[in-house]
């Protein structure tokens, strides 16, 4: 007979599952699914500094050529939700083989627009395409990691996806103003050629045996094509401890758009700042913060649920590993928004803007600090659902988002950037209340 005190030998069989990949296996299999999903994230801000240039070439108004923006954070949306359902469906890989051809093909139609309408419409296609990074990664490490090692390793997929977050905006203004904006959209479909490449090549199902919808059809067609309403992930949502936090982490993902998608016309005019090249820069330090925080925070959430564990003498609760959000969303994330809002109206020169850099740097890391716990609590709590949790979540948000990101720019007009900050400031407290 089996008792407490016996020796494991032999792992149980929840615990084969994940070992069914040898551990180099696993970081490669991170590592491509980091590297998708960076995509999303670089398309999204690698725009920012280039509405002007596209304004100007297409003769439309800022605030127009920002709508653009906005719109694509909703096709976003749309693509999490649809990524994410069909991949509890057909696996994972189908989904990432099926993306990448939206992405190719968008990017070259948003390189070749000539109107505000073709730009719009292959902007929602390419952000379409590439949408499933976050939520198919999120999945794929569910499937291969256990509880206590899984908030790390969110935390290192955060962190690498977040440099697309970093160097985004950097790279797009400076092909903007020493390339073209068209050609960077052109290298963007190249990139997403090179990673359908490499995942058809390389890339295997994560999904536990027997789990795909797939699996349970007896008379399969050599196509097989099944209708999977991708609302259904919205249906997660009613739990009210899932909506809370999607809410609370849309309130505080507000502050980072708040700061960067006006930046080119409120730190880029307080300090003299005209080149496209110089303005994507001063994005650096935010997605510099926000790698820091996903990593830090990916660490201390293991810590924290481990530690609860084990004052409970082995009981676990998924809530635990949300503690580790407070210092973030209560301290840092307002306090920087706020004082970014209030130095640029207030303070000019050198001076004014290596403290709104500060800032950018400090609301990163507090901004990420909220997200990976949350992400990672979604895995958790909903696991065998674990992309259709994810895209429910990161759905709702980039809902938010996209109405809030339309107001920014109006908001900076009509009341200034110092009171627009710190309602932004005051969105993310309720958010952590």
């Not at 909703?74 to 083989?97: D, H, I, T």
Request: some cysteine; glycine content about 10%; overall charge positive.
């Amino acid at each position: 007979m089996v008792s407490e005190e016996s020796p494991l030998l032999v792992a149980t069989a929840h615990e084969a599952i994940y070992n069914r990949f040898a551990p180099h296996k696993k970081r490669w299999i991170v590592f491509l699914v980091s590297s998708v999903g960076l995509l999303p994230m670089f398309v999204q801000t690698a725009f920012v500094p280039s509405i002007p240039q596209i304004a100007k070439d297409l003769d439309l108004t800022h605030a127009v050529v920002s709508l653009t923006f906005s719109l694509s954070i909703l096709a976003n949306a749309v693509g999490l939700l649809v990524w994410a359902a069909y991949s509890s469906f057909y696996g994972r890989r189908s989904m990432y083989l099926w993306g990448m051809p939206f992405l190719c093909i968008g990017s070259c139609g948003v390189a070749l627009s000539s109107s505000l309408q073709s730009l719009l419409f292959w902007r929602l296609v390419q952000t379409f395409g590439c949408a499933g990074g976050m939520t198919l990664g999120h999945g794929v490490i569910g499937d291969i990691y256990k509880l206590g090692e899984r908030g790390t390793v969110i935390g290192v997929f955060f962190g690498v996806t977040l440099l697309g977050y970093a160097v985004g905006p950097f790279l797009g203004g400076a092909a903007t103003q020493y390339w073209s904006w068209r050609n960077l959209h052109y290298s963007i479909g190249a990139w997403g050629l090179l990673e359908l490449l490499l995942i058809y090549l390389s890339f295997p199902e994560t999904s536990h045996p027997g789990t795909l919808g797939i699996d349970k059809v007896t008379r399969r067609r050599w196509i097989h094509i099944t209708w999977v309403n991708p609302l259904s992930s919205l249906w997660l949502l009613r739990s009210p401890n899932l909506f809370a936090v999607m809410f609370a982490s849309a309130l505080v993902l507000i502050s980072s758009y708040v700061i960067l998608v006006p930046m080119a016309y409120t730190i880029g005019i307080r300090y003299g700042i005209t080149n496209e090249a110089i303005v994507g820069a001063c994005f650096l330090p935010n997605g510099l913060g926000s790698i820091t925080g996903a990593l830090v925070s990916g660490r201390l959430s293991d810590i924290v649920v481990r530690k609860w564990r084990e004052k409970r003498r082995g009981v676990w609760c998924p809530e635990d590993r949300l503690r580790a959000t407070w210092i973030g969303g209560l301290l840092m994330v307002p306090l920087s928004i706020g004082a970014s809002g209030l130095i640029t109206t207030y303070i000019g020169g050198p001076i004014g803007l290596a403290l709104n850099i500060l800032c950018l740097y400090v609301n990163g890391v507090g901004v990420d600090s909220v997200l990976n716990p949350i992400s990672s609590y979604n895995v958790d709590v909903v696991h065998s659902r674990s992309a259709e949790a994810a895209a429910a979540y990161m759905a709702s948000r980039w809902l938010i988002i996209s109405a809030v990101t339309a107001l920014v720019i109006p908001s900076v007009e009509r009341i200034g950037v110092a009171w627009t900050d710190i309602i932004a400031a005051i969105l993310a407290v309720i958010g952590q209340g």
